[in-house]
């Protein structure tokens, strides 16, 4: 129910800040928001797993705290991102 490592990898690479980077804030809410996406597509099936509902309530805040953490630190670069994965409309 994860994300496959060819996903994984594709995302990886379209968000990364350098080559060897695998953890930057913009990578992270980049993975997370693929999860998210995920995760809201196996609960529109599967109305009554309340387990998975729990963990992508978890998954969407920490993506919450991180993107709150860029638009303190780089705030031009969280409308960039925004604007890029598509979300807050």
Same mark, same amino acid.
């Given at each position: ?5 060819? *996903?994984? %990898? ?6 990364? =800040?350098?080559e ?7 990578? %992270? ?8 996406? $995920? ?5 529109? =099936?599967? *109305?009554?797993?309340?387990?998975s ?9 920490? @993506? ?6 860029i *638009? @303190?630190?780089?705030? $031009?670069?969280? %409308? ?7 979300? @807050?409309?």
């Amino acid at each position: 129910m994860s994300l496959t490592q060819d *996903k994984k %990898q594709e995302i990886i690479s379209q968000y990364q =800040v350098h080559e060897t980077d695998t953890g930057s804030s913009d990578l %992270q809410v980049a993975l997370l928001t693929a999860r998210i996406t $995920q995760l809201t597509e196996h609960l529109k =099936v599967n *109305k009554k797993d309340h387990s998975s509902r729990r963990g992508l309530l978890k998954i969407i805040g920490k @993506r919450k705290r991180l993107l709150g953490y860029i *638009k @303190r630190k780089n705030p $031009q670069g969280y %409308q960039e991102l925004i604007k890029k994965l598509g979300i @807050r409309g």
